[in-house]
């Protein structure tokens, strides 16, 4: 069971399992923005990928925090003697870097609903 549950871990923390969500995907974002936005003539394109660039920042080096994390946090529960108070403290950098992160996440979704018209916003996530 301890496998089936750090597994689960590692799926949520590292966004397997999400591929298709714009907002944790960001070539989804990309694709649906060029799909919608490709006429567009006033630089909104151009902002609205930079938007998603920078989402892909966020989410690359907090991908890559958590897996460092769990990876100290599978070798130290694999020890016997480690209690579990260790193996709490181990994980809570990583839940205040998720709570980060998805403020992060929702003020970026925030800037492109403020760049974006909302027909604009229409044709790129319906």
């Known amino acids: 069971m301890p496998v089936v549950a750090t597994m689960t871990i590692i799926a949520l923390m590292t966004g397997r399992g999400t591929q298709d969500l714009p907002f944790s995907n960001p070539e989804v974002l990309r694709g649906l923005l060029d799909n919608a936005l490709a006429g567009e ?19 690359t080096r907090y991908r890559a925090s958590v897996e460092s994390g769990i990876d100290a946090y599978i070798e130290e529960s694999s020890n016997r003697y480690t209690a579990a108070p260790e193996l709490i403290e181990r994980l809570e950098p990583i839940d205040h870097r998720r709570t980060r ?26």
């Open 41 to 59: 003539a006033d630089g909104t394109l151009k902002e609205a990928l930079m938007i998603a660039d920078e989402l892909e920042t966020l989410l």
């Open 101 to 126: 992160t998805l403020q992060a996440v929702i003020e970026l979704r925030q800037s492109l609903f403020e760049l974006l018209s909302d027909e604009q916003w229409e044709a790129v996530f319906n």
